[in-house]
């Protein structure tokens, strides 16, 4: 049988939600994404457990809908992307999320620091993490995109 109270946790942890979140409705959370591949890269995830996408309720993808456009208008705001790209992978975590990764022609400056996109204009690089080694830059941009936060 599947714990999916621990399928959830286990997801929430590694992608450090409750640390990290932007905003959330009833259904779906927005938060930073750990690694950034670009600057303002963010996970959007169910929440409740679902494995498959064709699981989610009507009320959930209407829920979705609202948390994109949030999430597209804010960061467009906040670092000027020319593409933003969704990639519902789940080969590893097995939960209904996407990555959203903003895409960028030219390299932008955030926290005294130079962000660029390496994939740009092909396929994003997921495996980038930008300044994983300077602390606290995750919450910097947590930060900065709740308070820019639009709905």
């Given at each position: 049988?599947?714990?999916?109270?621990?399928?959830?946790?286990?997801?929430?942890?590694?992608?450090?939600?409750?640390?990290?979140?932007?905003?959330?409705?009833?259904?779906?959370?927005?938060?930073?994404?750990?690694?950034?591949?670009?600057?303002?890269?963010?996970?959007?995830?169910?929440?409740?457990?679902?494995a498959?996408?064709?699981?989610?309720?009507?009320?959930?993808?209407?829920?979705?809908?609202?948390?994109?456009?949030?999430?597209?208008?804010?960061?467009?705001?906040?670092?000027?992307?020319?593409?933003?790209?969704y990639?519902?992978?789940?080969?590893?975590?097995?939960?209904?999320?996407?990555?959203?990764?903003?895409?960028?022609?030219?390299?932008?400056?955030?926290?005294?620091l130079?962000?660029?996109?390496?994939?740009?204009?092909?396929?994003?690089?997921?495996?980038?993490?930008?300044?994983?080694?300077?602390?606290?830059?995750?919450?910097?941009?947590?930060?900065?995109?709740?308070?820019?936060?639009?709905?």
């Amino acid at each position: 049988m599947i714990d999916e109270s621990a399928i959830l946790s286990a997801f929430r942890a590694k992608f450090e939600v409750a640390e990290l979140l932007i905003r959330a409705n009833d259904s779906w959370t927005w938060s930073v994404r750990p690694a950034q591949a670009t600057l303002g890269c963010g996970v959007l995830s169910l929440n409740r457990h679902a494995a498959r996408f064709s699981e989610v309720s009507r009320d959930e993808m209407s829920d979705l809908s609202e948390l994109v456009r949030c999430a597209e208008k804010t960061v467009a705001a906040t670092f000027g992307f020319q593409a933003i790209n969704y990639l519902m992978l789940m080969m590893v975590d097995h939960h209904v999320h996407f990555h959203v990764i903003p895409r960028y022609q030219a390299s932008r400056q955030f926290a005294g620091l130079d962000w660029v996109d390496p994939g740009w204009p092909a396929l994003p690089l997921l495996g980038e993490q930008q300044h994983a080694d300077q602390p606290g830059v995750l919450l910097q941009i947590r930060d900065v995109l709740r308070e820019a936060a639009i709905d």
